[in-house]
């Protein structure tokens, strides 16, 4: 099922189609959710099929289309919500729950000289 387009992606995907040749330029994840856009696919199935959010989808898309209409990338940053992992470290902050371990402690180190034969 597609769902029709808004009138923000009918220009994105008018911009997408001034370059036919920005597909050879793309990695293959973009070029796979250009292609899906061309095809008339909604960001939501876009973000769907390619495991992305739909911001993630639309920036993708957005700096796509700047791309061929000659215009510059823009940067943005996606950060994530409640939840998220926000502590730097081997174990990314999480550790034990309460739950129980979630089995993404490393093993002991060994802390022993090995014996000599």
Do not use: C
């Amino acid at each position: 099922m597609t769902i029709p387009q808004s009138p923000q992606m009918q220009r994105l995907v008018e911009q997408l189609q001034q370059d036919p040749a920005l597909l050879e330029h793309l990695p293959s994840m973009s070029r796979e959710a250009v292609q899906a856009a061309l095809k008339g696919q909604s960001v939501y199935e876009i973000a769907a099929s390619q495991g992305m959010s739909e911001a993630a989808v639309w920036d993708l898309l957005s700096n796509a289309a700047r791309v061929a209409t000659g215009q510059g990338i823009a940067q943005s940053t996606e950060t994530g919500g409640f939840g998220s992992d926000t502590d730097p470290g081997v174990t990314g902050g999480y550790g034990a729950t309460g739950f129980g371990d979630i089995g993404n402690e490393g093993p002991e180190p060994i802390t022993e000289e090995p014996e000599e034969k």
